[in-house]
Nanobody, 124 residues
Framework: QVQLVESGGGLVQAGGSLRLSCAASGRTFSNYAMGWFRQAPGKEREFVAAISWSGYYADSVKGRFTISRDNAKNTVYLQMNSLKPEDTAVYYC????????????????????WGQGTQVTVSS
């Protein structure tokens, strides 16, 4: 089992920045690819970014968001800059078996473990 706990969400004005963190415990963190998804009210949960050995991004966040991982701290981060109101959602981190490039990890069923989510609200 892998336990994932997100933090760092909050309320920010458009154009601002937030950094989300996801702390993992339970199994060897470096064995997992990590992803961030988000779900806005009334919408499907969508892929945001993933990292295996390098990062991969949804087109909607490319150039604004950066995913990174610290294997020594068992933590994955999502640095979000130039935030827009349409980025408002609950953000979830997820872990799946590592073995492919990050671009493989864009679907929810490629992940075995999920965190509880953290709310990000961007005001206009």
């Amino acid at each position: 089992q892998v336990q994932l706990v997100e933090s760092g969400g909050g309320l920010v004005q458009a154009g601002g920045s937030l950094r989300l963190s996801c702390a993992a415990s339970g199994r060897t963190f470096s064995n997992y690819a990590m992803g961030w998804f988000r779900q806005a009210p009334g919408k499907e949960r969508e892929f945001v970014a993933a990292i295996s050995w390098s990062g991969y991004y949804a087109d909607s966040v490319k150039g604004r968001f950066t995913i990174s991982r610290d294997n020594a701290k068992n933590t994955v981060y999502l640095q979000m800059n130039s935030l827009k109101p349409e980025d408002t959602a609950v953000y979830y981190c997820a872990a799946g078996p590592r073995g492919f490039a990050a671009g493989y990890y864009t679907k929810r069923d490629q992940y075995d473990y999920w965190g509880q989510g953290t709310q990000v609200t961007v005001s206009s």
